[in-house]
C-alpha cells in the first residue's frame, strides 16, 4: 500500500477532530521532545564512554593490624 499526499491530510482532519486545536501543539511538542531525548539516548549508547583518568597513590597501603587473643 502506498500513501499518497492525501492521506496525511486525512490523517491530520482525523486528528484534529480527536483532540481539537488546543492539544494538537502540546501533542506535537511533546512528540519532539519525546524523540529529541531518544535521539540523545541513541547517541550516548553508540559513543564509547570516556576514559577514566588514572589515578595515583602515594601512599603506602595500609595492612591490618592484628591483635593478639588472651586466653581466658
Do not use: C, Y
Not at 601512599?59 to 593490624?65: D, L, M
Amino acid at each position: 500500500m502506498e500513501f499518497a499526499p492525501w492521506h496525511i491530510v486525512v490523517v491530520g482532519v482525523v486528528a484534529f477532530l480527536l483532540f481539537g486545536a488546543k492539544r494538537l501543539p502540546e501533542l506535537g511538542k511533546g512528540l519532539g521532545e519525546g524523540l529529541k531525548g531518544f535521539k540523545e539516548g541513541i547517541k550516548g549508547i553508540s559513543d564509547p564512554p570516556p576514559a577514566a583518568p588514572a589515578v595515583q597513590q602515594n601512599a603506602a597501603p595500609v595492612q591490618p593490624v592484628s591483635t593478639p587473643i588472651e586466653p581466658k
